[in-house]
Each structure stands twice: as C-alpha cells, then as structure tokens.
C-alpha cells in the first residue's frame, strides 16, 4: 500500500500536515505543475516563476532529506494539464490506496480533493493547514453569534492567544490595542526607501525563466528583472532584511505612496507566507523581538503584527466561514466591464498609471495602491466584481483565492454588503492628493471637481454616495459624508452627476 502525499503549489513547508507521518517505506510526495492552474486567470509572469522555481526548489529540497518525491513538470509529455488527471496518474502508476493532504487555497480545489474519493475509490484524509496562527474552527466560535464580525475584536483574542505584545497583568504593551494613529502619516518630501535585496538565481531558476518567457508570453507582466526568493533560506534572507532595515519606518508611512517607491517600507513577505517559504508566528516573533530590542518602535511593530496576526487570520476565517456563497455575492451590483487601462495603465489618472505600472514590473503594488487607487476606483465606477477579482487573482505574486477574494470583494468593492468593511474605502482625489505625490505630476487637477481638468475620482465619488444613499446614509461612520452633500445646491449636485456621468461613459469608450 502506498500514500501519495499531495503537496500543492502554496503549501511548500516542511511543516504541512499533508508530511506529518511520512513513511519512506510507502510515501511518495506528488507536486505538479498544471497548465489549467497556471491559466485559470493570465497570471503575472512574475507570479508563475516564483511558483515553479520554488515548487521545484522544494522538491530538490525534500529529495535530498530521502523524501519520495513524484515532480511533474508543466513540459512532461504526459502531463495531463490538471491536478486531478495527475493525482489519477499517480494513483494508477504507484499502486496508491491512500492519498493525504492539506486544505487547500480555494474552495473549489476541495471539490477536486472529493472527486479523487468518487472516482478512484481511494481514501483521501484531507487535514487542516497547521500554517495559520487560527483554526476555521475557532473562526466559527469566534463569530458564532455575533452581529459584526470586525477585525479589531477577533485580533486582540489572537493576541491573547499567542501572548504576543501581551504584559504580564494581561494588558497590551503600551497600554492600548491600535497604534493606527500614529500610522497614517502622508509622504514627506523626498521620501525614499531602504534598497531591497535580490537573489542568485540557480540554474533551477533560470529554466524556470526561459520556460516562462516561452510558453506564457501573452500573460500580464515584466519577467525579468527577477528579484524573488524562491527558498526558504532566501526568504529568511527577506525576513531579517525586513526587521533590520525597513521595519522600523513601517508605521509611519504604512499609508504613504510615492512615485517611483514601489515598496516604500512595506515588507514584501506576503507571497512567502503564503506560499508557506515563511510562518506567520516567526515573522511575528522577529517584528516583537526588535521592539524588545530597541531596534523598532512600537506603533511600527503592533501595526506590522496586526496585518499578520489580525487581518491575514481574520481575512482566512471569512473565506473558509462564508464559502461558498461569499463568492457569489454582489451588493453594490457593479457590473461595468473592467477597463483596458488595468492591464496596460493607458490612462491619464497619473495615481492609477503608477499603481498598474508597478504592478506589471513587480507582481506587486502595496496595500495603499490596491485599496485606495485601484480599488477605490473600481468601487467608484462600479466594476464588474468578478472580472476585478480575476485580475487581482492575476496580477500579484502573493495572490491566492483564500486571501485575494475577501480583500477584493469585501475590503476594497464592499461587494458583501459590509462583513469585511463597516463602511466602503471610497475616497476623493483629495484623499490620493494628501497620501501620494502623484498629482503633481497629473493633467488633472485633484482640488476641481467639475470641468475638463477636474480629477474623475472626485465626481465619481459623490455620485458613487448619491447612488447608493439608501444603503449608505444609516451608516453611523457616514453622517458627515451626507451632510456635506446636502450643503451642495441643486444646480451642483446636477453638475456633479452629469460631470460623473461623461466618467463612466469615458471608461465605457475607452477613453479615460
Ligand atoms: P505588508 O504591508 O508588509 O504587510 C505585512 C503582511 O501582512 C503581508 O505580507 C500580509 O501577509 C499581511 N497582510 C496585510 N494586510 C493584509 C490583508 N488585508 N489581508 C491579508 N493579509 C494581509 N494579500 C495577499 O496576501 N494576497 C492577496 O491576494 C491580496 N489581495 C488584496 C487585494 C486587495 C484589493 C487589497 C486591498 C488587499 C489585498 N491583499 C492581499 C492584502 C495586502 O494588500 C497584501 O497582503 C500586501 O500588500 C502584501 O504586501 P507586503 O507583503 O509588502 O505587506
Ligand atoms: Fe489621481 Fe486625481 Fe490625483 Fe490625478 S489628480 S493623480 S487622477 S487623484
């Protein structure tokens, strides 16, 4: 009898519980490149080769500790092209009874995992991902009865839970949960960023490259320059660069963009975590030990930890806690096609320029970029939820359905009608003018709101609340916004619909 041990694409920890009780007397590992999961949306470039050169760096990696392992690479000849054709390949070649693994990223993929038990009639013992600092159990007990499920509440039991910035009487360190205030300073003038570093690329990695240039040409995005860890002691690399060099200014500027400052001082660990190159607890422990140090201040290291700690477990919970109707849901009923601009930033919006340009040369814009600029923009125009979602699914290395789903749909659309956001992250150009210097460099003009010159996100915002004032004006977070409405003269608010109106039907053309 052997057990197929299935370690996918996102799961490449020694830790996953799909190795516990590796026997290497039955087990053999199965990791395989599959076209279908490669193409299900056009993934970023950078994206597919930070997949297969860490896939294929891991597998080395298991090989030379005498694991087992059955690689199937995207160019085998007989690669079927999908996970289950090649979980049935391996089943049918090694004689397998028993196949286990480790919950996987989306939802759907626990389908295939059952369809393995109905077609093949073996045993499939599918087992929770020990990765996360939560479980979906105690997800569901958590939000058992509760009205609002907010992130701030669920974070401070994690913290509790995990005694991380806890004192010893019980009480946060520093005396309060949220530094938040403290991090939301606009970029000072000439701001710049810590350098980052890069990789040697092995001749592992370099195949992987010319692979990708070659049969992935037509997908979203810049291959090369190539600065990705694609092991585990790279990654680590990621990590103490972090702490020592970037980690200290995190807070400060965690809301800041910058033209030309991609990175600013965000830590570009997320597609290492998720991909399981990293574990959230030691990225947690490192951020806490360097404020105990001296080596960080607090408000940097509690922001930092409540990204992790807080929003990565909470956002984990609402998928696997809501699916699979979650995806379903569409409250706003946005439906204008996505614009071509998000995929080749032809615009003349210099925020929105700048945030797909860095996404196309980095599989990567921050947090700020993807809530504020591109998301913002598509909550204001009403764009079609599903096609948003694909294209973040697309476009980021760290994107997984797991996490990029509720950010998407529920963060930045408001797309569930208010579990993730208790009110929509919808902003004006004065807001992008006072946390970016992009509209410097603008032809339009972020203070007007109508004429030629006005900055679109400024009408398309007030028409964006004037629309949806039923749903919003309850809203306890909301007054102010109506209020400031309702100051406006008739003949105004009139300007400012049909100024929105020539937006939508300039996004609809092509035009803006
Ligand atoms: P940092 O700013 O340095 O933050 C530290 C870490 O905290 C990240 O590495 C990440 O692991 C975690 N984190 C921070 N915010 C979140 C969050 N909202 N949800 C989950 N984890 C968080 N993150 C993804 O990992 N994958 C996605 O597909 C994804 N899609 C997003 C889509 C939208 C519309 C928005 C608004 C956010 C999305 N995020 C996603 C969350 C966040 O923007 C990224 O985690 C972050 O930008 C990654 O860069 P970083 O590692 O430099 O993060
Ligand atoms: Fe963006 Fe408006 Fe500023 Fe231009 S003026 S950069 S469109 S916010």
Redesign the pocket.
Known sequence: TRTLHLVMPDQLSQSLSALRDYDPAEGVVLICETMAEATNVPHHKKKLAFLFASMRHFAEELTSQGFHVRYVQLEDADNSGNVLGEIERAVRALGTSRLVATRPGSYEMINVLKAVRADLGIAVDLREDGRFLSTIREFAAWAEGKKQLRMEFFYREMRKKHQILMEQDGKPTGGVWNFDKENRKPPKKGLTSPKRISHRKSAITQAVLDMVEARFAGHFGKLRPFHFAVTRPQALLELDHFIDHVLPD?GDYQDAMVVGEPYLF?????SY??VGLLLPLEICRAAEEAYHQGRAPLNAVEG?IR??LG??EY?RGIYWHLMPHYGQRNSLQAERPLPAFYWTGKTEMACVAEAVHHTCDHA?S??IQ??MIT?NFALLAGLNVKEVQDW?LAV?S???EW??MP??LG??LFGDGGIVASKPYAASGKYINRMSNSCSTCRYDPAETIGDCACPFNALYWDFLDRHRNLFQSNQRMPYVYAAWDKFTPERQQAIREQAAKALNAINEGTL
Request: glycine share 4%; proline share 0%; aromatic share 22%.
């Open positions: 995190f965000h830590s570009l660990l997320a975590l998720n930092f990204q992790i929003w990565r956002i990567y921050h947090h993807r809530l998301g973040y980021y760290d994107a997984f996490v990029e950010n998407t963060m930045a």
